[in-house]
């Protein structure tokens, strides 16, 4: 007798659903500790990494419990390639222009007009709770979806 004739159909499928179900909560837990520390370290410190190239730059910065991805597109070679790490105060830190914001997640985009053409800045802001709180939600589901069966369960008992 084979395993696969002596193990019952659902039984067998229900090995790998559970397999990626623990991977992916303990995964989205391990992250959802890191953006927490990342959070908390967000209200002492701000840091910013920036990389370029001529037409463009991505800022990703952050502070004051959010994260920032801020970009700004030049229609000319306007900045110099590379990439450069910074670290400072968050109150040094303001995003550009937010043309709306809920609850801390908000974005917005700038055009400044200069003799060479148009600048444009693109600014995204994500509140670091709403990532802890979306990177939770897995591993909450997980194990409050689990149920502990009864060993012995009899119609007749008046288990509740």
Not at 20 to 46: D, G, I, N
Not at 144 to 154: E, H, M, N, S, W
Request: glycine share 4%; proline share 9%.
């Amino acid at each position: 007798m084979t395993f696969a004739a002596a193990v019952p159909y659902h039984r067998r499928m229900r090995s790998p659903f559970r397999f990626v179900t623990r991977l992916v909560a303990v995964l989205s837990l391990v992250a959802c500790v890191l953006v927490a520390s990342l959070w908390m370290r967000s209200t002492m410190k701000m840091d910013q990494v920036r990389t370029a190239d001529p037409l463009r730059q991505t800022t990703l910065v952050s502070a004051n419990g959010e994260f920032c991805v801020e970009t700004v597109t030049s229609i000319v070679p306007e900045f110099e390639p590379g990439t450069s790490i910074a670290h400072a105060l968050p109150s040094q830190y303001g995003p550009r222009t937010i043309s709306w914001q809920v609850a801390g997640l908000g974005a917005g985009t700038e055009f400044l007009p200069t003799l060479d053409g148009p600048i444009r800045y693109d600014t995204l802001m994500i509140p670091l709770w709403l990532v802890v709180v979306l990177l939770a939600t897995p591993p909450v589901l997980f194990w409050d979806g689990r149920k502990l069966i009864p060993a012995a369960v009899t119609p007749d008992s008046n288990a509740f």
